[in-house]
């Protein structure tokens, strides 16, 4: 099952159990432990007096009660002190006794809140590090649907260095939509009308990128008809067909592959028994990040599913940065993705 992003308020998400980034007495605070109090309603504090308090990295499960998610799953995490008293591994015990105790009572679905990163000062993007790591470690082995739920963009900072070069990238390649586009007639006595070019800025980047309808196509005799058809009978290889070539190549299994790609295991059987499958772009990009494909790889099986990757979209600007820093972690990518408010990919 895929790990998800979602920027919103934990207590409005149903879900077989929200988690809740308590304190040690359990009875309640500010942040998202008192959101999620008011939420669910009293009986939630008159259940949690029982529990006679939690540990650090430790949790304990109540029912949910008012909210539309049917149990919390309530962690302590680490105070931040400087990184130096064990707050990674306490960090990381949160999140591995939740994903425990879902597990044990057989949950499907969870949504974790970014422990630690309000009141307790943990840095931000080292929260979500730890957050993410965890929880694909987990997901190796498990099926589980998990939501990471992002509640202040500033909560989802990939980091500067990284989200500058991001940055960079998108501002030398990104394709002006407002720049001119003028008409060239490229082949005066041909079928083609010509090409369009952009004019202006620019232009080295975008030229060729759109080309103009053939202006009259003819009606087709019956010759051509036939001798399409036989072309027909060679069709190129499809998505379905290459996706499935290049797993055997790479000498993945079926789970490897939609497993790093972040896709559930249903829509991976789905794409696997039709050969005519038409992935959307973000599925089929999951897949050319989880085979590793270089970038011209990565256009070649993007075109199966009738896709390309231009310069006049963030979105395909980064997929193309990860990829040609050689970066495949899809987590990473997506939070890249999230930052600047593009789709995710996977499922
Ligand atoms: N939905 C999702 N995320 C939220 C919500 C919400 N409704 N509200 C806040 N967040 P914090 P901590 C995010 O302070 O750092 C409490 O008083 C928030 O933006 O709630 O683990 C407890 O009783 C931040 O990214 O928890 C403890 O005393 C993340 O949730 C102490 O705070 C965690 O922020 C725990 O501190």
Redesign the pocket.
């Given at each position: 099952m895929p790990l998800k992003f979602i920027r919103?308020?934990?207590?409005k998400l149903k879900a077989d159990a929200i988690v809740n980034?308590?304190?040690t007495s359990l009875l309640?605070?500010?942040?998202?432990?008192?959101?999620i109090h008011r939420a669910a309603g009293p009986e939630l504090l008159e259940e949690c007096r029982k529990l006679g308090g939690c540990e650090v990295g430790r949790a304990k499960l109540t029912k949910g009660y008012n909210l539309p998610a049917g149990h919390i799953i309530h962690t302590v995490?680490p105070v931040w002190s400087g990184g130096k008293n064990n707050e990674p591994e306490l960090l990381r015990g949160c999140y591995e006794e939740c994903l425990r105790i879902a597990a044990e009572n057989k949950f499907e679905s969870i949504a974790f809140?970014?422990?630690?990163?309000?009141?307790?000062?943990?840095p931000?993007d080292q929260a979500l590090k730890i957050a993410v790591d965890s929880c694909s470690e987990f997901l190796n082995n498990h099926d589980m649907d998990i939501t990471i739920?992002i509640?202040?963009r500033e909560?989802f900072d990939i980091g500067k260095k990284t989200l500058k070069n991001i940055q960079a990238f998108i501002d030398d390649n990104y394709y002006d939509e407002t720049i001119e586009w003028r008409y060239t007639d490229a082949r005066p006595h041909g079928n083609f009308r010509g090409i369009l070019r952009p004019f202006g800025k620019n232009t080295h980047h975008a030229a060729g990128m759109a080309q103009a309808a053939p202006a009259n196509v003819p009606v087709l005799e019956e010759a051509c008809a036939e001798s399409l058809k036989d072309k027909l009978k060679m069709i190129d290889e499809s998505f379905t067909e290459m996706l499935l070539r290049k797993i055997d190549e790479k000498g993945m299994s079926d789970s490897d592959c939609y497993k790093k790609a972040n896709i559930d295991r249903k829509l991976f059987s789905k794409i696997r028994s039709n050969k005519d499958y038409h992935p959307k772009k973000s599925t089929a990009v999951a897949f050319a990040v989880a085979l590793e494909l270089d970038i011209d790889e990565t256009k070649e099986m993007l075109l199966k599913a009738g896709f390309g990757l231009s310069n006049s979209s963030k979105f395909d600007i980064i997929i193309r940065y990860f990829i040609e820093n050689g970066n495949y972690n899809i987590y990473e990518i997506n939070e890249a993705l999230f930052q600047f408010d593009q789709v995710l990919i996977g499922s």
């Open positions: 919103d308020d934990i207590t980034a308590a304190n309640g605070g500010g942040g998202v432990d008192g959101a995490g809140p970014l422990i630690s990163s309000g009141a307790y000062g943990y931000k739920v509640f202040d909560s």
